[in-house]
């Protein structure tokens, strides 16, 4: 995958999961992120990479957030993976 892919599929998840209320709370608490860093960080690598650990952490989150977003569910941690510049992290 490349970068730019990786990128855009992390703006896309986060996108998703702003749209699950059930879950944005519990990632706002988990990471200590606010609704204005929602915003202002929503383009940096890192930050993405903090959201993609975050739907990572839940198998049911991955293939819910990838049939929201028409891939496949590998393409979430394979995204995380380039984003962080190789730091692989396992869903399953």
Known sequence: MR???AHVLA???LAWL???ESLIDGFL???GASQD???AQAGDP???CGVLDYILLNDQWVLDCAAELEVIPED????RMVLGRGDQRHWT
Do not use: G, K, Y
Not at 76 to 79: G, L, M
């Open 3 to 5: 970068q730019e892919t």
């Open 11 to 13: 703006i896309r998840a």
């Open 18 to 20: 702003v749209s699950q």
């Open 29 to 31: 608490a988990h990471t």
């Open 37 to 39: 860093d929602l915003r």
């Open 46 to 48: 890192d930050f993405l």
């Open 76 to 79: 979430v941690p394979s995204a």
